[in-house]
Structures are given as structure tokens and as C-alpha cells.
């Protein structure tokens, strides 16, 4: 779909790094809706958001623990809140989808197929890990599917979507989503103008290959025509050239702590803030406009933040 201007998302936090990894991932309430609203004054039109256990940092799906930060970034933000259903592989799908039906928020992600999400490979040997979840976490992944059934699928579009009026980032990690997206679009059950996040670079998906996102794009095109806007996600290191790259042939952004925890090669990113300045300021350098929340409303169809329930 044209358009004239490119929506930056930053996924905050995440579930995928743990605090042992870098002392700047924000963990508390305190810290997400500190980084989060630095995140969208430096830009971010949408915040992408997971929650944590604040006495140890592990993923949570705890309604409370989303409320006790979202309200807080709404009264000082006019970015569009975007809450996980994806929530981490290991949780079961109605603890995923809680904070989300307790939120009723403008926009969740939804993960379109089952796959192996593996991250056991970041638990290194001889690390001092602040927490024995944290390997513990990491491990499980190699015995385990995100699970993501046709029927999960079914049943977060009726729930969220035709419940609470909540608008979808479709999460693609391989070609085959863009498949399962295309049936649920044919029945009827999801509507234009879609918002696909091409997710590259993760372990049992697609990998983080230009070849790859290109063909990604292909193929969505010859699905979706001009019904849709696609935005890029690659993990780690591959994060600021793939969505570079996906910006300059039409595409929107996606950073944040969740996907990578570095800035630059060896570099810590200390904040959400800084990658969201960094896009920012590689997106202006080739002429392209970066989107205020309002146009990414209007651009994605969405019912305003007003009709939440936080």
C-alpha cells in the first residue's frame, strides 16, 4: 500500500533477553513506562509492549503487572499502545491473551503459525546468570513449540478483534504465515489495511537474509496487492541494516530492546530511546518522513485511544 511516511515501533522488553544480558533492560513497571515514553519522544508512533516479574525479570502475564504501566505511558503519550498475545512460547494462550482482553487496546500482535522459537543458543557456558530462570528459560526452547494453531488464531480474532475492537500486527516469521494470513483474509476474519511485521533472524524462522526480506515482500504483494502495510523486524545484529533496507522500498520500522540489545557493534544500547533515534535519524538522512501517531491511526485503521480500557 502507498504512503508517504514510515511508522517507527519500538518493542520495549520483550521476552526473549533476560537481565543478566544487559543492565539497560528495563524490567519494573517503572522502568518500562520510563523507556517507553523516552521511546516515543524520540519517535516511536508505536510501543510494543511485554511485561516482566519486577522482582526478577521474568516474562509475565500478569493483567496487574500491564497495569500497573500502561495507564502511565497513555497520560504521558499519545503513541499508539500495541500489547503482546505472543506473550513467551512457554506460557499457555489464555495467559497470553489476559492483559490484552483486560486492556482492549488499539492494536496486539498476533504470531500466525506454530513454530520451534529457539533461543536456547544464547545460554552460554561459564555466564553468571542473576537468576536461574534465565538459562533455565533460554533451555526450554529446545523442547518446545510456540504454539499457534489455526484455532488460537480463530479464537484471539474473535476475542480481541470482533470483542474489543483491537487492530492486528501480523507477525510473519517465515513465508508460510503470509499463506495463513491470506486464508483468514479470504474468509473474511481479518480486513484491510493489514499491518504484516516481517520477522527475520530468529532461530526456526526465516533467516535474516536480504534475499529473504525481498522475497517476503514478493510475495505478500502478490497476496495483498495494495491492501496492506509491511513492516520489518530483524533480531540482533542484523536489526539496523534489514530495516534499512525494508525502508527504502516502502516499508515501515520495528527496534527496540526485545530485538536487539546493542546499538552498534560491541555497543549496549542504554536505552529504547537511543536505537528509536538512531532509525530515526538513518530514516530522515534518506528523505523519509517519520510517521506522528495520529498518521499511523489513520494509516492502520485504528479506533483511537480514547476507546481503550486503561
Request: hydrophobic share 45%; glycine share 10%; proline share 5%.
Amino acid at each position: 500500500m502507498s504512503k508517504s511516511k514510515v511508522i517507527i515501533t519500538c518493542a520495549v522488553t520483550g521476552s526473549v533477553h533476560t537481565p543478566t544480558m544487559s543492565p539497560y533492560l528495563p524490567v519494573t513497571p517503572r522502568q518500562i513506562s520510563e523507556q517507553a515514553i523516552a521511546a516515543a519522544e524520540a519517535g516511536a508512533s508505536i510501543l510494543h509492549l511485554h511485561a516482566r516479574n519486577p522482582a526478577d525479570g521474568r516474562p509475565s502475564a500478569d493483567p496487574a503487572v500491564f497495569m500497573a504501566f500502561l495507564p502511565i505511558i497513555k497520560q504521558a503519550s499519545d503513541a499508539v499502545i500495541n500489547i503482546s498475545t505472543g506473550g513467551s512460547s512457554l506460557m499457555a494462550l489464555d495467559d497470553r491473551l489476559a492483559a490484552a482482553l483486560r486492556a482492549e487496546p488499539e492494536m496486539c500482535s498476533l504470531n500466525m503459525g506454530s513454530m520451534n522459537f529457539g533461543i536456547f543458543p544464547m545460554a552460554k557456558p561459564g555466564v553468571e546468570w542473576q537468576h536461574p530462570w534465565e538459562p533455565e528459560l533460554l533451555e526450554a526452547t529446545r523442547s518446545t513449540i510456540f504454539k499457534n494453531t489455526f484455532a488460537d488464531i480463530e479464537d484471539i480474532l474473535k476475542r480481541l478483534g470482533d470483542g474489543c475492537g483491537t487492530r492486528f500486527e501480523f507477525e510473519c516469521y517465515d513465508v508460510g504465515h503470509l499463506y495463513t494470513l491470506k486464508h483468514f483474509h479470504d474468509r473474511g476474519l481479518v480486513k484491510g489495511p493489514l499491518f504484516i511485521q516481517f520477522v527475520l533472524g530468529i532461530l526456526g524462522g526465516i533467516g535474516a537474509d536480504p534475499e529473504n526480506l525481498v522475497h517476503m515482500k514478493r510475495i505478500a504483494d502478490k497476496l495483498f496487492g495494495n491492501d496492506y502495510h509491511f513492516s520489518v523486524l530483524a533480531a540482533g545484529r542484523h536489526q539496523m541494516p534489514l530495516i534499512t533496507m525494508g525502508a527504502t522500498f516502502g516499508g515501515n520500522v520495528r527496534v527496540g530492546l526485545e530485538d536487539s540489545l546493542y546499538l552498534g557493534r560491541g555497543e549496549l544500547a542504554k536505552s529504547n530511546a537511543e536505537q528509536v533515534a538512531r532509525i530515526r535519524s538513518i530514516l530522515e538522512g534518506l528523505s523519509l518522513e517519520v510517521a506522528t501517531p495520529a498518521e499511523a491511526r489513520k494509516m492502520l485503521a485504528l479506533k483511537g485511544g480514547d476507546r481503550v480500557a486503561f
